[in-house]
Nanobody, 126 residues
Framework: VQLQASGGGLVQAGESLRLSCVASGRTFSTYALGWFRQAPGKEREFVAAINWSDGSTQYADSVKGRFTISRDNAKNTVYLQMNSLKPEDTAVYYC????????????????????WGQGTQVTVSS
């Protein structure tokens, strides 16, 4: 599956953005989807994940209560709604996908996923 992420931009602290990840090539119906981010000089880190089949979600502690991952079956798209953004959220955000249903630590591991989008830059100014 090919993934196309979009929606990044430059915002001020406290504002919101919604990232989108559209799939082409096949539908997401049997996939697990994840959002990761990578800030300059840092390793890629897990942000949020969702199983398309059952809608179960998982979040990094740093974004719980501020970010929401969701899916739109008709549009074959997964979203990341980001509210109350902080400067430390500044990073390139990547969507990722893998066939199957996952839970727990496997969803947090970037090596679980075998398809990646190109990334979209999110910059939060203070």
């Amino acid at each position: 599956v090919q993934l196309q992420a979009s929606g990044g931009g430059l915002v001020q602290a406290g504002e919101s953005l919604r990232l989108s990840c559209v799939a082409s090539g096949r539908t997401f119906s049997t996939y697990a989807l994840g959002w990761f981010r990578q800030a300059p000089g840092k390793e890629r880190e897990f942000v949020a994940a969702i199983n398309w089949s059952d809608g179960s979600t998982q979040y990094a502690d740093s974004v719980k209560g501020r970010f929401t991952i969701s899916r739109d079956n008709a549009k074959n798209t997964v979203y990341l709604q980001m509210n109350s953004l902080k400067p430390e959220d500044t990073a390139v955000y990547y969507c990722a996908a893998v066939i199957g249903t996952y839970s727990g630590s496997s969803r947090l591991n970037s090596q679980t996923y075998d398809s990646w989008g190109q990334g979209t830059q999110v910059t939060v100014s203070s």
